[in-house]
Nanobody, 116 residues
Framework: QLVESGGGLVQPGGSLELSCVGS????????MKWYRQAPGREREWVAV??????????LYTDSVKGRFTISRDDAKNAVYLQMKNLKPEDTAVYYC?????????WGQGTQVTVSS
């Protein structure tokens, strides 16, 4: 399973770092993604990072480019999402996800609320 943590309440312009740790699953060989889901909206993809063996390449949805950074630490079996200059529209439940074969894995999510 995947376990996210690090969410919370932050003021606009603030920062948070989310963590996703694998339990019973190795994250080292797979592509890892962060998604988010705001109230009343569909879940959307936020960031992706390839395996280290593939260069740990990253991609971001346009709305977070330059503000969010995805990274991985395979020794800790973890993936991170550093978020800076947070905006109210970043408020959502954030999920990490990966796929093994045809099996998708999702965490339980961590709430991020950006509000003054």
């Amino acid at each position: 399973q995947l376990v996210e943590s690090g969410g919370g309440l932050v003021q606009p312009g603030g920062s948070l770092e989310l963590s996703c740790v694998g339990s019973g699953i190795s994250l080292a060989t797979g592509v890892m993604k962060w998604y988010r889901q705001a109230p009343g909206r569909e879940r959307e993809w936020v960031a992706v990072i390839s395996a280290l063996s593939a260069g740990a390449n990253t991609l971001y949805t346009d709305s977070v480019k330059g503000r969010f950074t995805i990274s991985r630490d395979d020794a800790k079996n973890a993936v991170y999402l550093q978020m800076k200059n947070l905006k109210p529209e970043d408020t959502a439940v954030y999920y990490c996800s990966t796929v093994r074969g045809t099996m998708p894995y999702w965490g339980q999510g961590t709430q991020v609320t950006v509000s003054s």
